[in-house]
Nanobody, 124 residues
Framework: QVQLVESGGGLVQAGGSLRLSCAASGRTFSFDAMGWFRQAPEKEREFVASVSWRGGSTYYAYADSVKGRFTISRDNAKNTLYLQMNSLKPEDTAVYYC???????????????WGQGTQVTVSS
């Protein structure tokens, strides 16, 4: 089975930065779509960012709410996915979940595998 373990969450002031990590184990994930979702209190889980593979190229997708502030990346040698979050806002407060799907072209919803989540809290 695929296991995903998130880390890097915490408390940060508005305007600050955090980098989330997602360590994958159980299989290689070089050609699997991967990404991040988040869920704030009293809100449904929403898409944040993804990386996928189509036609031999790498593609990145971001929710409009995080474009220009968040950057998704992956280190295949370490089997680790990252989410660099800059210029954080209080509305970014949520539990962030790493996810992967055995579909190179896109991260489908719901993904096949989820991590346990890591809490990000942004104070005003």
């Amino acid at each position: 089975q695929v296991q995903l373990v998130e880390s890097g969450g915490g408390l940060v002031q508005a305007g600050g930065s955090l980098r989330l990590s997602c360590a994958a184990s159980g299989r290689t994930f070089s050609f699997d779509a991967m990404g991040w979702f988040r869920q704030a209190p009293e809100k449904e889980r929403e898409f944040v960012a993804s990386v996928s593979w189509r036609g031999g190229s790498t593609y990145y997708a971001y929710a409009d709410s995080v474009k220009g502030r968040f950057t998704i990346s992956r280190d295949n040698a370490k089997n680790t996915l990252y989410l660099q979050m800059n210029s954080l806002k209080p509305e970014d407060t949520a539990v962030y979940y790493c996810a992967t799907d055995p579909n190179p072209g896109t991260l489908r919803y719901p993904p096949e595998y989820w991590g346990q989540g890591t809490q990000v809290t942004v104070s005003s």
